[in-house]
């Protein structure tokens, strides 16, 4: 059988992406949110595991796996294609090659830290989304909401903070910072979660779709099984 996607689902999973690769460029920049230091990325990370969310409860954890997956290549290939821009010589006459390492540029620690927090954490976040679903039997989608983001995005900080930073900064200026990043986005899903519930309503109503994911493998790497 001829497997088929919607055009609302293509352009949550397209948004996914955008919103995973532009939060990364972003946290080159540290800001203040209100006493707390933090990369600028939080502004929209999060907006990527409300998508997250959205994709679990309309279209199921199958469908999810494949936008995390597709996410997580398109960071691979922009880190990698930043990295072969900085070291291609620049031309003579443009004196912005040390500012552009600056922004695009990162480590290879980094990298690995950033694209395995992302992966945990954006696999947990849809995985206890769904089971939650089945066990409340599709109700109280404001809990599973915020528990799915407080896993996945507690994960995600301790992860990337933790390789990204471990002997670089004292133990608990770590403990700090990943538990400064988890509250702010779980607070910034708390926030937005009105709109998240009318979005998935409309999304629910004009796709005629509302998945359970009833005896399905949560194997991540299962990604042909849609």
């Not at 469908?63 to 031309?91: C, D, E, H």
Request: a positive charge; glycine letters at 6%; aromatic letters at 12%.
């Amino acid at each position: 059988m001829k497997k088929t996607v919607s055009l609302l689902f293509m352009f949550a999973g397209i948004l996914f992406a955008i919103c995973l690769l532009i939060s990364n460029i972003l946290a080159t920049k540290i800001i203040l949110v209100g006493p707390w230091a933090a990369p600028a990325g939080v502004l929209i990370f999060p907006i990527a595991y409300i998508i997250n969310d959205v994709i679990v409860e309309v279209w199921g954890y199958q469908k999810a796996r494949l936008i995390i997956w597709a996410g997580f290549a398109v960071n691979l290939l922009a880190a990698l294609f930043f990295s072969l821009a900085i070291v291609v010589p620049a031309a003579s006459f443009w004196h912005n090659q040390e500012a552009f390492s600056t922004i695009l540029g990162s480590t290879p620690r980094i990298v690995v830290a950033s694209l395995l927090a992302y992966l945990v954490g954006s696999f947990l976040n849809a995985i206890v989304m769904s089971k939650v679903k089945v066990l409340m039997k599709g109700k109280e989608f404001s809990v599973r909401a915020i528990l799915s983001t407080l896993v996945g995005e507690s994960a995600d900080s301790l992860i990337f903070i933790t390789i990204a930073f471990a002997g670089n900064f004292p133990f608990r200026a770590i403990v700090g910072m990943v538990i400064t990043q988890a509250c702010i986005k779980t607070v910034y899903e708390i926030v937005v979660l009105p709109l998240t519930i009318v979005v998935v309503k409309w999304i629910k109503r004009v796709e005629g779709i509302d998945s359970f994911d009833n005896s399905i493998s949560y194997n991540p790497f299962l990604i042909n099984q849609m």
